[in-house]
């Protein structure tokens, strides 16, 4: 526990502190007190620099740099990824990598370079490194993307951690983007960013840091190239980021400059260069696949709050159903449990809770259950015995069980980075699913209260398994809930009846998406700027590699005024979660907030089914190519700076460009369009860019435009698939993927792939194949001719 950490936990407690304020309060003493006694004093440090190179050792697809008081080690692997580490890093032990990474490219060859310096030249770039240490990353033509200077380390002279500064510079017009969900993005200002994961000590808006879900990822682009920069490592860390300042006339520019200052760990990073597509490609192949939802994952979740029995549960739903209202899954909090004992229930509210489950499973509804990671500490619980049987709970320097305060009271917490520990935990699921409950939403799993302030509830000198090699909070922190989300995805994979999980997290770390998708949490502001940190969080956590992610609608309680709510609702249409919060009598449900505002949201949600379709096509990509739902509108052309600029829009896959409505009393709002013809969905009207146009955003709807060319799966009114064609230009040509999922089965379906051409006034649409184009097994609607 450093400074921060103590002052986020004295500054929740006012005069009007209550019992469990003050409870959280001597916890966060215990852990202050814990680390003084676990960590050693840092003391005096000396600062070291590589120095000069002294010799090289060629090797498979790199080699290794020997410096005066450092090495250097370069691998380019086969997947075009560039990894090179300090102080002889490798690229394992990682929690972010899949399996054991890529093989190294036998093509790629060290050799000398100018100036005593040494080159390593790849496929597509080629890595630079001076004589003292600066590595320059080029794209085959020599163009400069990247500069990082000599590192320098800050070792403490009597043993121990070193920590470490790595500067670096990219080119004057460059914009920074990713390093994980964050309020103030997608495009990240100049300012400081904190990587630790932290809890909800207060709602985010534009400007909110740290978030939930942090990773050393930075994608930056330039109109030289894109590429993609992660440091591989766990620790506390802050990325200082200055975007840079061309020149006026014959005037210098004045590059971008990032710093990343890490409290310990190894300096290692991953580097891939190309166009957006191929970057994310190769970080999927890099850090595992997306996971797969399940089709109904994709649909309308609702999480009402405080309700007290299965009768609640079954009149939200018939409220949801006499209103037309689709609804694809209810999400159950911690009332469900028993004394907030994580997976038991409360045989008194919920007597009949399997019952219940079939009865809207029948309707289309699944039931999703929340779990947090903190166990309450009461012996007689069956999940905390049997965990205390298999030592699963996290101890303290002196070897004792750590314990923090929660919403359940005292609390232990499982040490996921055990394998034997996940196992464990995984195996719990067993009884959840047996309960009716066919999904998991995982929170607090930073680790953090949410009663208390969002303080970690862990010390940093807590320690923990990391696989076996042993270590503490300080290097496990961040890849605790990532960790968590893998202990009960390879858990549900085991258990039958052998669906394709669904788990999302409010946390987690590089490679979060082999486990599930994520969600904002309780930590977005309920106001209009937590509807534009919506937008954020999805577009940076996409360009990060986690596909799969969405807000609260009307933020953590959704009580907000009904024309927020619907403008937040239209925008979760099209984003790959979308979840509704609210209660009983709380004006967020969209049945609460009046005629008019059910109406536009009534037919927000229909729009949202009849894309499930193309949804499911995109969930599908997402997984083969890395590539996100929800993109930037310049990820087409990331050369556009006026695309570059733009962060209140977004692709929804290569078809659709979405502009909600992000601010109070729009009836209208500009739209940049990027090249290309586009249509308004609504008026069919066409559009040429690029341009900025103006367009009617009324209540009922936010401005959405279709690219001319577009083949889309969509659901028909007969619930079947359709193809929605919308009209090339004269003499043009387009098309679409669609993929076909038969729900939640492991089946690997085709891509089907279908062409559209314009022949005078008519479309003809083929589906291609091996033995040449044919018709289309699927109705077919053009709309644009007109």
Known sequence: MDGRDLVRSVGGVGAGR????VRALRAAWRRWRADAAGLPPRGPERARVPGQVQGAEPGPGGGVLRFARSELRIVVAVNGAVFWGWDGAGPQPSYALAGSGPE?????????????GWRVVAERVTVGVSRHGAVEVCTPGGVTLRRDLPPRWWEPVGGGTARW??????AADARFFGLGGHASGPRLRDGAYRLWNTGPGRASGPGGDPPRLTMPVQLVVADAGTHLMFHDTTWDGTVLLREGEEGAGSGHDRPGCSELRMDGGPLRCWVMVGTPARVLHTWASLTGAPALPPVWALGHHHAPRGLDGEQEVRRVVADHQERGLPLDAVHLGDEVSEGRREFSVDQERYPKLPVLADELRRDGIRLVSVVSPAVRAEPGGGVYDSGAAVDAFVRDARGRVVRGVTEAGESVFPDFTDAGVRAWWGALHEERLGQGFSGFWYDGNEPASSAAFGEPTLPRSARHALEGRGGDHREAHNVYALCMARAGHEGLRALPPGERPFVFSRSGWAGQQRYGGTWSGGGVAAGW????ASLSLVLGLGLCGVPFSGPDVGGPDGVVAPELYLRWLQLAAYLPVLRTRGGPAVSGEPQGSGAEVLEHARAALLERRRLLPYLVTLAHLARRTGAPCVRPVWWGAPEDRALRDCEDAFLLGDA????PV???????????????RWYDTVTEEAHEGPARIWADAPLSRIPVFARAGA?????GAGGGTELEVWAPPRGGAGGGPVVQDAGDGWREPEIER???????DRVVVTREGEDGAGEPPFPVRVRGLR
Do not use: F, M
């Open 18 to 21: 209550t019992a469990r304020q």
């Open 104 to 116: 190294p490219d036998a093509r790629a060859v060290l050799e000398p370079d100018k100036d005593g």
């Open 165 to 170: 500064t790595q500067r670096s510079q990219v």
């Open 529 to 532: 700027p937590g509807l534009r």
């Open 656 to 659: 659709l460009l979405v502009a």
């Open 662 to 676: 992000l601010g109070p009393g729009a009836g209208r709002r500009a739209v940049r369009l990027p090249r290309g």
């Open 711 to 715: 083949v889309l799966p969509v659901r």
């Open 754 to 760: 279908y062409a559209a051409r314009r022949q005078g």
